[in-house]
């Protein structure tokens, strides 16, 4: 069985630029979800899903960040308009019951 | 919402030596997951354990749940056993896991 995938691996921007995570969960999982996880610091959760619908996205800066998960597999995280605080790995996640995270994307933002 | 306290945030021992990791969490957990992280790796799961013990191996997790607490104890230390360890609780029937900020192990040989 796959596990969680995600790409790209990583990501260097400048202030201002726009830039999509991907995920794939691993199949049969209805919950997928989205943290990010700044350096020596533990993950915090920005959204999650079950199938298709936003359950909790209250840590989400809605400004910038938007996630979909249109069909209830995929996800998607954008940020708009990147910022040096944005610096980060964003991880993806998916449960049926326990979380199985996937490799992460790093983020840096100049 | 749901706090989570890991200590120490940092312990270095020589091969050979034992950890203990604590973990406290301010409300009854439903969920408790142990998790590990190598440095630049992903997070894997080392245990699910709402309550009770459960052993994998040179680790043991035990829960307390009606104490709000769980310990993760490795038995003879290997350097391979380097990284972070995050503990995570979960309360109520949601699915909102709330991460404590991690426990740095260094193993040297």
């Known amino acids: 069985e796959a596990g969680v995938t995600q790409s790209p691996r990583y990501a260097v921007l400048q202030e201002g630029q726009a830039v999509s995570f991907w995920c794939d969960p691993i199949?049969?999982?209805?919950?997928l979800y989205w943290y990010q996880q700044p350096r020596d610091q533990g993950p915090q959760l920005l959204v999650y899903f079950r199938d298709e619908a936003v359950i909790d996205n209250s840590q989400l800066p809605s400004d910038r960040f938007s996630a979909v998960r249109p069909k209830g597999t995929n996800s998607t995280l954008k940020i708009q308009s990147a910022k040096q605080g944005d610096t980060a790995t964003y991880l993806c996640?998916?449960?049926?019951?326990?979380?199985?995270f996937g490799p992460g994307t790093r983020l840096t933002v100049l | 919402g749901q706090q989570v306290q890991q200590s120490p945030a940092s312990l270095v021992l020589q091969e050979g030596e034992n950890a203990e990791l604590q973990c406290n969490f301010s409300?009854?957990?439903?969920?408790l997951q142990w998790f590990y992280q190598h440095p630049g790796g992903r997070l894997v799961s080392l245990f699910y354990?709402?309550?009770g013990t459960k052993h994998t191996g040179r680790l043991t997790s035990t829960t307390v749940t009606n104490e709000r607490r769980s310990s993760l104890h490795i038995s003879s230390s290997q350097t391979t056993d380097s990284g972070t360890y995050f503990c995570a609780s979960l309360q109520g029937t949601g699915s909102k896991l709330s991460f404590g900020k991690g426990a740095k192990l260094t193993v040297s040989p």
């Open positions: 409300s009854t957990a439903t969920r």
């Open positions: 199949s049969g999982h209805d919950t």
């Open positions: 354990n709402p309550s």
């Open positions: 996640a998916s449960s049926f019951y326990e979380q199985y």
